[in-house]
């Protein structure tokens, strides 16, 4: 019988310690890692560039065109121009209560605010409406003589009274002849619909205003007056238009009023030495002098007191009127240095918020070790301001560079009379290239035939100087169109006013001024 094979069986293992009683686990216990937080509880205000930013409001506070409505006093005088205001308005109420024609010339450096000033007076004491009267005389409200002409308005006496006067304000670059003058004073009063008459002389302005005298008196405003001067004309027909104006301005049958604006401080003495013979002839003279340090400080503190928060440190506004003071007195420089400082520190601050910059600052406040202890919460940090630093940055772009006047004495005839070409062109485009500007150059200069136009690259080379001078900048952009290459585009970098100044005085380039 054959033995049957039997499966072995496995041998199980047993633990020793199977039958012992398991002691039940015990929970672990996680321990919580505690780091510093990377944002405060009581972090500074971020940054805001939207419409409600207080940079963006400052900025606008600043720009030189805004309103000065908050910093006038119940007269309606511009902040230290006081005395000013007072000897204007005695000027005019003596002579608008008279009926008496008379002149005023106000001068005095740029920036300093003589047209600010007018435009004030204007705005407030030449209504179009009597608002000032009472309530029992709006019952009976005045009317005007001549109700059909232009620009009337009621100017309130220092009594009360309520005079029927005819006002106009014009800016004398506009003009391209001395003589048009006429014409656009005449034109700024005329009746309505009234047929169209051409008044080329003072004789012809005479007998139109004489026919309103003691009626209505007629105040007109030149400003920038010394253009008349600059115009494409020579130079005794500009000196008769003005001796003219002011002639016009002592006639006993007109009531015309006239104050001229300039900064030419000695333009009475050299245009207007003809009216000596008769001392009555003369204008009176008000010279605005050029703000004091302390002056624009104030200035600056009220208008942007109507802020939630000034962003400027005191020591930093100070430092900036104190230079434009001993600088030029020119305020509107102030308002560009501050302006400029503004936009240098917002840039600073969207470099810091950028996202490298977040990263790496996030990296820096994060500590690489856990700690048990509370954390400590840092005090709020008070809010950045512009600085010394931020000032000092702008003013190496502003004030460090010489004045117009003074970086074109520098220049020959022929870098100047470039000079002029090339801002005659970007009248013409104001997107001109160095091509279009050499163009224009070789056109000008073949109409003279007096002078050779030079080569392009001469020319060229005479770009790069005016660059370098700080007059001219030249960069690379893309030009118009399908092709889009790129073109060297020129711009200029002055003072108009100063530029004219200066080269008017240089006969041989009044051709190319026009």
Same mark, same amino acid.
């Given at each position: ?6 499966t ?79 000897q ?11 009926h ?5 010339y ?29 309530m029992?005389?709006l ?5 005007h ?29 506009s003009?391209?002849e ?5 014409q ?8 309505l ?30 400003d ?21 104006l ?21 333009m ?13 002839l ?17 200035i ?16 930093a ?23 400029g ?23 820096a ?13 840092p ?7 512009v600085?010394?630093?931020h ?24 870098? #100047?009379?470039?000079?002029? =070409?090339?801002?005659?062109?970007? &009248?013409? @485009?104001? +997107?001109?290239?160095?091509? $279009?500007?050499? *163009? ?31 007059l ?5 952009t #893309?030009?118009?169109?399908? =092709?889009?290459?790129?073109?060297? &585009?020129? @711009?200029? +970098?002055?003072?108009?006013? $100063?530029?004219? *100044? ?13």
């Amino acid at each position: 019988m054959s033995a049957i094979p039997i499966t072995p069986t496995k041998r199980i293992r047993r633990n020793l310690f199977s039958d012992a009683p398991a002691t039940p686990p015990r929970p672990l216990k996680r321990k919580k890692l505690q780091f510093a937080d990377v944002t405060p509880a009581s972090s500074p205000e971020k940054l805001q560039f939207g419409p409600q930013s207080i940079y963006l409001r400052t900025k606008a506070l600043l720009q030189k065109s805004s309103e000065l409505v908050t910093l006038n006093s119940t007269d309606g005088a511009l902040p230290a121009r006081t005395i000013e205001h007072e000897q204007i308005m005695d000027f005019l109420a003596k002579s608008i209560s008279e009926h008496k024609s008379d002149s005023l010339y106000i001068t005095g450096p740029p920036g300093t605010g003589k047209t600010a000033q007018l435009d004030m007076i204007i705005k407030q004491k030449f209504q179009p409406l009597a608002l000032s009267l009472s309530m029992a005389r709006l019952s009976h409200p005045q009317r005007h003589t001549n109700p059909h002409l232009q620009n009337l308005s009621w100017f309130e006496l220092p009594d009360g009274r309520l005079e029927s006067v005819a006002v106009t304000s014009i800016n004398c670059i506009s003009l391209s002849e001395p003589s048009s003058i006429f014409q656009k004073i005449f034109d700024s009063f005329q009746e309505l619909n009234a047929p169209t008459v051409q008044i080329k002389s003072m004789q012809h302005l005479q007998r139109f205003l004489e026919i309103y005298h003691k009626k209505t008196t007629f105040v007109v405003v030149l400003d920038e007056m010394d253009r008349l001067l600059h115009a494409n004309t020579n130079e005794t027909q500009s000196v008769k238009t003005i001796l003219e104006l002011f002639l016009l301005a002592k006639l006993p049958t007109v009531s015309f009023v006239l104050v001229g604006m300039a900064n030419s401080l000695d333009m009475k003495d050299r245009f207007l030495s003809r009216l000596n013979l008769n001392r009555d002839l003369l204008p009176r003279t008000i010279v605005f002098q050029p703000y004091t340090a302390e002056q624009m400080y104030e200035i600056i503190l009220q208008k942007l007191g109507s802020l939630p928060t000034i962003i400027f440190q005191p020591m930093a506004i100070k430092f900036a009127a104190k230079k434009c003071a001993g600088n030029t007195g020119d305020l509107r420089k102030l308002f560009d240095v501050l302006r400029g400082s503004v936009e240098v520190y917002e840039l600073e601050s969207r470099m810091l918020l950028s996202p490298t910059n977040k990263s790496m600052a996030h990296a820096a406040k994060v500590p690489l070790t856990p700690t048990n202890s509370p954390v400590k919460q840092p005090s709020p940090q008070p809010q950045r301001k512009v600085g010394l630093n931020h000032i000092a940055k702008v003013f190496t772009k502003f004030m460090n560079n010489n004045s117009t006047r003074t970086r074109i004495t520098k220049l020959n005839i022929q870098q #100047k009379l470039i000079l002029c =070409t090339i801002i005659q062109s970007l &009248k013409l @485009n104001s +997107d001109a290239t160095i091509d $279009e500007s050499f *163009d224009h150059y070789v056109k000008a200069i073949t109409k003279t035939d007096t002078l050779a136009p030079l080569q392009r690259n001469e020319f060229l080379e005479i770009c790069t100087i005016l660059e370098t001078c700080g007059l001219v900048s030249i960069k690379k952009t #893309k030009c118009k169109g399908k =092709t889009k290459r790129l073109v060297d &585009k020129i @711009n200029v +970098d002055l003072d108009m006013r $100063e530029f004219y *100044d200066e080269m008017t005085k240089i006969s041989i380039l009044k051709p190319f001024l026009h």
